[in-house]
Nanobody, 126 residues
Framework: QVQLVESGGGLVQAGGSLRLSCALS????????MGWFRQAPGKEREFVAA????????YYADSVKGRFTISRDDAKNTGFLQMDSLKPEDTAVYYC???????????????????WGQGTQVTVSS
């Protein structure tokens, strides 16, 4: 049974940084594309970033490009989202997800992902 557990969320001032972690258990992370999504109060869940199973390609939402960095450590079965220069509009619950597909055509879309974590709250104060 595959499980994803996020950690690293919290309260930070604007301009600060946080590093989210996503630990996968039950299968090796190396066979999955991995993505991060977020959901702000009153809004739909949206794509943030993704990395292919090989780690060779990364994808970012325009709103976080240049500020967030997605990475993975398959030896530790853990993925990461480094968030720098945080803004109040980054406040949301952040979810990690794993995708079994060997392709990355639909990596931006929730429907592509097979497993989801429970989410971790990120709050950025102004």
């Amino acid at each position: 049974q595959v499980q994803l557990v996020e950690s690293g969320g919290g309260l930070v001032q604007a301009g600060g940084s946080l590093r989210l972690s996503c630990a996968l258990s039950g299968r090796p992370l190396s066979i999955y594309n991995m993505g991060w999504f977020r959901q702000a109060p009153g809004k739909e869940r949206e794509f943030v970033a993704a990395i292919t199973y090989s780690g060779g390609r990364t994808y970012y939402a325009d709103s976080v490009k240049g500020r967030f960095t997605i990475s993975r450590d398959d030896a530790k079965n853990t993925g990461f989202l480094q968030m720098d220069s945080l803004k109040p509009e980054d406040t949301a619950v952040y979810y990690c997800a794993a995708d079994r597909s060997p392709y990355d055509d639909d990596i931006y879309y929730e429907r592509e992902y097979d497993y989801w974590g429970q989410g971790t709250q990120v709050t950025v104060s102004s």
